[in-house]
């Protein structure tokens, strides 16, 4: 995971190193200046893009390690490959510190009783199966968890649910087919509510974030379940179109946080870090495999762990 990710930030530090080293030539000490770093921004910014970080993001990494670096007085046998990364690790944390959450889903569900958490998001992001991910979260936390799918008309969605939910021993809400989403979603919070359940998680239908009918449908959802939460899926190898997605679902239903998916199939892990950066909502989960247990809280320090730590 990351591995792309790793070589290009340690690409970066050695190229960022070696030019404050020839700016220091044959002095013994002196401060680093921001112009050390700046004046190869051009050629830095461009080895990021190229590891799918969005130019934006990749300017703001660059800009962020030289003003850390402005001022920083070294010497001629000090290790600067070391202080080059410590601010490089710095200025990356800075960019994923924005999707941290502050909440707490055990505790909120103990408050709540039942917790709602609506998920949507566009076709194959992994929806169904962070939802099952996230059932497995509740349970192993000895919580009571129903699974609803407001998806009653794609054949086979219901089915993919039912299976998960049987598996991992979740009680699932059936709805007829072709019944309105809006009346089962209703219905099973309903249901929820009577009998004492802790946390209801809440499919929706794949949707194109251009399909305003679909948003009309997930909007009376949310209108009849009144989530907690309003959480937005994302499939972090999708990039820009990622952040677009988040913009569109915002302007039209409102997303409280979301779970960004696929992480261990990101090879490169510069778009997951664009994303990160860009959507400017708080990041609940990450998804890390295909398996029940491959969901992870969002942790900076873990992901620039995967960056920086030596494996
Ligand atoms: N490698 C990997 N695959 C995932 C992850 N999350 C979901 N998937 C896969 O993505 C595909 C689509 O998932 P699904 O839950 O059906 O997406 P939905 O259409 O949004 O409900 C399936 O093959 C999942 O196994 C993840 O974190 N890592
Ligand atoms: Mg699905």
């Not at 680093?32 to 130019?55: F, G, P, T």
Request: charged content about 30%; some cysteine.
């Amino acid at each position: 995971m990351f591995k792309a990710l790793k070589n290009v930030f340690g690409s970066i530090r050695s190229a960022i190193s070696k030019g404050i080293s020839e700016a220091l030539g044959a002095i013994a000490s002196r401060e680093i200046r921001y112009d050390d770093v700046a004046k190869r921004s051009d050629e830095l910014v461009l080895r990021l893009v190229e590891a799918d970080i969005a130019y934006e993001v990749a300017e703001e990494i660059v800009i962020g390690v030289a003003k850390r670096l402005d001022g920083v007085r070294i010497s001629r046998f000090e290790d600067l490959d070391a202080v080059v990364e410590d601010k490089l690790r710095e200025a990356i944390k800075e960019i994923l510190l924005r999707g941290v959450w502050k909440g707490d889903l055990v505790k909120l569900a103990a408050e709540r009783k039942p917790l709602k958490l609506v998920f949507m998001g566009v076709n194959g992001v992994g929806k169904t199966t962070t939802i099952a991910k996230v059932a497995r979260f509740f349970t192993k936390h000895g919580l009571k968890v129903l699974v609803v799918a407001g998806d009653t008309f794609r054949a086979g969605a219901q089915e993919q649910l039912a299976i998960h939910c049987s598996r991992l021993g979740v009680p699932f809400f059936r709805a007829k087919y072709g019944s309105d989403p809006g009346a089962v979603v209703y219905d099973a919070v309903r249901h929820a509510e009577k009998q004492g359940y802790d946390v209801v998680l809440i499919d929706t239908a794949g949707r194109q974030h251009t399909d305003r009918d679909l948003m009309e449908e997930i909007k009376k959802i949310v209108r009849v379940s009144k989530p907690d939460l309003k959480i937005l899926v994302l499939d972090s190898l999708t990039g820009n179109d990622a952040v677009n997605q988040a913009r569109e679902f915002d302007k039209y239903v409102g997303v409280d946080a979301a779970i960004l998916t696929k992480l261990d199939a990101n090879a490169t892990g510069g778009s997951a870090i664009s994303i990160i950066a860009s959507i400017g909502k708080p990041i609940v989960f990450v998804g890390v495999g295909q398996g029940y247990d491959d969901l992870e809280q969002y942790d900076p320090e873990k992901i620039l762990e995967r960056i920086f730590g030596g494996e």
